[in-house]
Nanobody
Framework: QVQLVESGGGLVQAGGSLRLSCAAS????????MGWFRQAPGKEREFVAA????????AIADSTEGRFTISRDNAKNTVYLQMNSLKPKDTAVYYC?????????????????WGQGTQVTVST
């Protein structure tokens, strides 16, 4: 089993930055792809970013418009989501997810492990 705990969310003004962290426990993250998803009120959970276990390959959703970066530190069993130039439309609960997978899946059903989520609110 893998347990995931997100942190770093909060309230920020438009144009600001936040860095989300996801700490994993239970197993090392080697051979696990890590993903970030988000869910706004009344909307489906959507893919944001994913990173291969090696850290050498990433996938970022077009909706982030090049403003987000995903990274990982396997020694710390932690994955990060750096979010810059935040906009009100980025307001959502952000979830970290993990899957034992060699690809960069963008669908929620591929990921068996999920964190509880962290709220990100971007004000105008």
């Amino acid at each position: 089993q893998v347990q995931l705990v997100e942190s770093g969310g909060g309230l920020v003004q438009a144009g600001g930055s936040l860095r989300l962290s996801c700490a994993a426990s239970g197993r090392t993250l080697s051979n696990y792809v890590m993903g970030w998803f988000r869910q706004a009120p009344g909307k489906e959970r959507e893919f944001v970013a994913a990173i291969h276990w090696s850290g050498t390959r990433t996938a970022i959703a077009d909706s982030t418009e090049g403003r987000f970066t995903i990274s990982r530190d396997n020694a710390k069993n932690t994955v990060y989501l750096q979010m810059n130039s935040l906009k009100p439309k980025d307001t959502a609960v952000y979830y970290c997810a993990a899957a034992r997978n060699q690809n960069l899946p963008t669908t929620t059903t591929v990921y068996p492990y999920w964190g509880q989520g962290t709220q990100v609110t971007v004000s105008t």
